[in-house]
């Protein structure tokens, strides 16, 4: 399966974003799908993920109650609506999928797309 990842920018804090992951050449609904970032001189780092169906949902700590994760199947689409944006928020956002079972962790995703960029000003 290949991915698109789009929907970054440059924000304000305290704004919104979403952003968007097209997927092809695989059948989307068998995938699960996680986002990621990677700010500058740190590692990828998980920050949340969804199962086939929607059938269930993680996120970091350093997220929950601000991003949610969602999908349309219908649409080969994963999206990841990010609220009341901080400067540490600022990272190349990357979406992946997998047809293992729902995990957090990196190593898990056999699949990438090319990152998005979101920079949240201060």
């Known amino acids: 399966v290949q991915l698109q990842a789009s929907g970054g920018g440059l924000v304000q804090a305290g704004d919104s974003l979403r952003l968007s992951c097209a997927a092809s050449?695989?059948?989307?609904?068998?995938?699960?799908m996680g986002w990621f970032r990677q700010a500058p001189a740190k590692e990828r780092e998980f920050e949340a993920c969804?199962?086939?169906?929607?059938?269930?949902?993680y996120y970091a700590d350093s997220v929950r109650g601000r991003f949610t994760i969602s999908r349309d199947n219908a649409k080969n689409t994963v999206y990841l609506h990010m609220n009341s944006l901080k400067h540490e928020d600022t990272a190349v956002y990357f979406c992946?999928?997998?047809?293992?079972?729902?995990?957090?962790?990196?190593?898990?995703?056999?699949?990438w797309g090319q990152g998005t960029q979101v920079t949240v000003s201060s």
């Open positions: 969804i199962g086939v169906r929607s059938s269930g949902t």
């Open positions: 050449g695989g059948t989307f609904s068998r995938y699960i």
């Open positions: 992946a999928a997998d047809l293992g079972p729902l995990s957090t962790q990196r190593r898990d995703y056999e699949y």
